[in-house]
């Protein structure tokens, strides 16, 4: 299974998610939608599993959850926009229930890839306007027999950057 994942589109995405996301089996948006002309264009490619985040707190993106969870090809995803009380829940080992197996995350706009107690934390960086010098990016969960590979692409140089299996 493919599944694409975005975040901080800020009210644009960059164009080349279009092509990229297309084929790819479900699509995760991480917060900072900005305007719902974003989901609907995302919804064309496939099904989208969304969160709010902070720049959604009023208007119509407002309406979306803070956070969401989602089984996909048999893997826990938790999906959510600021990271820190998710991160911290994992670290002391005080998650309710079951940990998931991967946490997507948005707010920093850089992309990154690491594990906590046994669980993939993946940011696919901010696919809208550039901001803070940083390069925009989506990224790519391969679903496999389980195990997941994360994957992110930079959009302004079309460089893949295979992340290391964790």
Not at 105 to 126: I, K
Request: net charge negative; glycine share 10%; proline share 8%.
């Amino acid at each position: 299974m493919k599944i694409g994942v975005i975040s901080d589109t800020h009210g644009r995405m960059h164009p080349r998610v279009f092509e990229l996301f297309d084929g790819v089996d479900h699509i995760l948006h991480a917060g900072d939608i900005g305007a719902e002309e974003v989901l609907i264009d995302l919804c064309a490619l496939a099904p989208v599993t969304v969160v709010r985040g902070n720049v959604d707190a009023f208007g119509p993106c407002s309406r979306y959850p803070e956070q969401a969870a989602v089984t996909l090809d048999g893997v826990r995803i938790h999906l959510v926009h600021q990271v820190a009380p998710v991160l911290d829940a994992l670290g002391r080992g005080a998650w309710p229930g079951p940990a998931p197996d991967v946490v997507v995350y948005g707010h920093s706009h850089q992309g990154a890839a690491e594990r906590l107690r046994g669980t993939l934390v993946f940011n696919p960086g901010s696919a809208g306007p550039r901001r803070f010098r940083l390069i925009p990016s989506v990224g790519f969960l391969m679903i496999d027999n389980g195990r997941v590979a994360p994957r992110l692409v930079a959009l302004e140089e079309a460089e893949q950057h295979a992340l290391p299996a964790l």
